[in-house]
């Protein structure tokens, strides 16, 4: 396969991966503007067909990345790569942790809908959580982190 090649398909993996991260963050920052939780609920299951867009993207990356740096003889020991993978591990295992509590909270907003779709104290306190927030934000800045350092390569 050519080099070429190769980077379409790693490229084509972050696109997946970054758009795919961007268009959640964006729904799940919508549903906290909500108060019905049937509005609430739809945004929350709106994030999840962009999860396999999100692994796929990740798979794509990871394969044809280490395919393109054996092709292009750079170090995987080198500083840049080094950061770039602590910061797709910190993506996988904060954005399970994440998807979980969000996925809880959908399910709280769904039953709620049920329910009479009445505003909710519970609900709201779940979709503004500190710590998921925190958690959150931080996927996006890893995000970010890594397409710089992959645009870059200090």
């Given at each position: 396969?050519?080099?070429?090649?190769?980077?379409?398909?790693?490229l084509a993996g972050a696109f997946m991966f970054v758009s795919g991260?961007?268009?959640?963050?964006v729904l799940r920052l919508t549903a906290m503007r909500r108060e019905r939780p049937g509005e609430i609920a739809l945004l929350m299951r709106a994030v999840r067909p962009l999860v396999p867009l999100i692994a796929v993207g990740l798979v794509l990356v990871l394969v044809f990345g280490f395919w393109l740096v054996d092709r292009l003889g750079y170090?995987?020991?080198a500083t840049w790569l080094t950061l770039t993978f602590a910061l797709l591990g910190w993506a996988v295992v904060v954005g399970g942790?994440?998807?979980r509590q969000d996925?809880?909270?959908r399910e709280l907003a769904e039953r709620l809908a049920d329910d009479g779709d009445a505003p909710?104290?519970?609900?709201?306190r779940r979709l503004r959580d500190p710590l998921n927030l925190a958690l959150n934000a931080s996927l996006l800045v890893a995000t970010v982190g890594i397409?710089?350092?992959?645009?870059?390569?200090?």
């Open positions: 396969m050519s080099t070429y090649w190769l980077l379409f398909l790693h991260a961007v268009a959640a963050a170090d995987l020991g942790l994440t998807g996925r809880h909270t909710s104290a519970e609900l709201s397409v710089a350092l992959m645009v870059w390569r200090p």
